[in-house]
C-alpha cells in the first residue's frame, strides 16, 4: 500500500512492504541504480520512502546548513562532508539520506573501496 500525504512537497511518500521479505541492502542498492531519477530511503520496518523534490524554501535553507557544514569541514580537516544524496545504513537497518553529513576521516579509513562507493555503513 502507498500512503502519499496530502501537502506530498518535500514529504515522502511511504510503500509498505512488511507483507514482503525485508529488503536487503544489496536489494535496496539495485533499486536505487535501476531507478536513478528517484530518491528513495529505507526505514528500520523496511518501508520504502520515496522523496519528491522539496520547496524553494526548504531547498535555499538545506543549502545554507551544506554550505556551512562543507566551509566548516575544509577548515578543520579530520572529516569528509556528505550531501543530501548520501545514504546511510544506520546501526537500525534504516537507511537514510540526511540533508548534510559529516564522518570523520578515521571513520572513513576503516571502511573498504567497495564501502564507500555505496552506501556509508553503520555511522553511528
Known amino acids: 500500500m502507498i500512503e502519499a ?6 514529504r515522502p511518500w511511504v510503500v509498505h512492504l512488511a507483507s514482503l521479505r525485508r529488503m536487503t541492502t544489496a536489494q535496496f542498492w539495485k533499486v536505487c541504480q535501476e531507478n536513478p531519477d528517484w530518491r528513495f530511503e529505507l526505514t ?13 524554501e526548504t531547498g535555499a535553507q538545506n543549502l545554507r ?9 575544509e577548515r578543520d580537516g579530520t572529516g569528509v562532508a556528505f550531501d543530501s544524496s548520501t545514504g546511510f545504513e544506520l546501526p537500525d537497518g534504516a537507511i537514510r539520506s540526511p540533508d548534510a553529513a559529516w564522518v570523520a576521516r578515521t571513520r572513513l579509513a576503516q571502511l573498504t573501496r567497495s ?10
Open 5 to 10: 500525504p496530502r501537502d506530498s512537497v518535500g
Open 44 to 56: 528500520a520496518q523496511g518501508d520504502l520512502l520515496i522523496t519528491p523534490p522539496t520547496g524553494g
Open 65 to 73: 546548513v551544506a554550505s556551512q557544514l562543507g566551509v566548516w569541514t
Open 115 to 124: 564501502q564507500k562507493r555505496k552506501f556509508i555503513p553503520r555511522c553511528s
